[in-house]
């Protein structure tokens, strides 16, 4: 599909708004869980809600890698090959860390937003190498 | 690889933005081709010849090729 810059514009709006919904929900979601009890229904529903906007956001972030083109494909592709090992050599320190009885404060199941903002900044620095 | 889109694109009176929209790419993919940082794919590289109405090679030019000569 060859798209012009201004449909460019809006999928990338429309990720941008779907990964702040997303963000939103998780300190609601999160807040709400601490601080509420709820019966397991609207508990339940209630966990869904990251869940259900988490896939809107890749549907979101699928179009726009659709709508790319060919450079700013290689550039997203070269972010991926940057944050996938960071993000696995980060839990695995983390995990091993742990064993050796460090760190034991931190949930490695909690590390997801960490590794997002891993994936955020190597797709910045992926950018800045072709500025 | 060098290229001449820079040049003929001044040419034509284009701006990158015309050029970008014309070729279906951004504008940014069309400052670093210019800029040298990034080598199109054969079908764009086509693509971008064809709307200056030039053969492949009269716009992309080896390294070491200036294209003072072309």
Redesign the interface.
Known sequence: M????SM?NRVLFRVLLSAGTLLTAVVLVSWSLDTHQWADRPRLALVLVPVVVAMWTIYEYVRMVRTA????R?VMLESFAIAFPVALLLGMTVEYLQKGGFMMGIDVGRLWPVQALVWAVALFYAYWR?R | MNNRLRVLRAERGWTQ?EL??RA??????IN??ETG??D??LP?AFALARLFEARIEDVFLPDGDSGQGA
């Open positions: 060859v798209a012009d810059e460019r083109d060919e450079f700013q290689r072709y | 933005g970008a929209e279906g790419v951004s504008r940014q993919t670093v081709i940082k990034y199109p794919s764009l």
